[in-house]
């Protein structure tokens, strides 16, 4: 099977059809929340960025929650194959920065792009990455499976870079 390139770009909701959505994160009951958060280190959540930065197809990435702005309810969804007509003629860089702070200072976080996980970042650290689709979705996770309910949506300029920084909501760096 080809590769496919996953995106949120199409994204949406099964009861109502709204394409504003709040990212919630893996679901989990009370539980498995609670064993993954105290997981020592980062090698559960590690081995899952490995796992998903090898899938072959978007059917082996495991599907996110989310929650409808329009209707208020919760629906799972994987990221969905990108239409032809949403990749670049040549990528787009993204200077990803994670801003210093006390409060969170201890934890990691995820960062995924268009539903799949890219990358860890800890306080104050910085990372690049490209993207070869034009309509882009940030959003930052915690260890647990747990995301902040904050997202970044993005428009991709071929052969351009561009900086998102991250303190508890994105902001596009000047």
Known sequence: ????????????????????YTPLGKKRNLAQQVAVGFAAGAAPL?????????????????????????????????????DPS???AEPCVVNFTRAKKFQGAAGVYTIY??????NTVRNGQSFAFQTILRYNTLFAGFGNGMLYRVLHRFEAVP??????????VFRPLP
């Open 1 to 20: 099977m080809d590769h496919q390139i996953p995106s949120l770009y199409h994204l949406r909701c099964p009861n109502c059809g709204s394409g504003e």
């Open 46 to 82: 590690l081995a899952t960025v490995v796992a998903n930065a090898q899938a072959r197809d978007l059917t082996e990435i495991p599907p996110l929650e989310y929650k409808c702005a329009g209707c208020k309810k919760k629906y799972q969804s994987g990221p969905l194959a990108a």
């Open 86 to 88: 949403e990749i670049l």
């Open 113 to 118: 792009l268009n539903g799949v996980p890219i």
């Open 159 to 168: 052969g351009r870079t561009i900086g998102v920084v991250f303190d508890g």
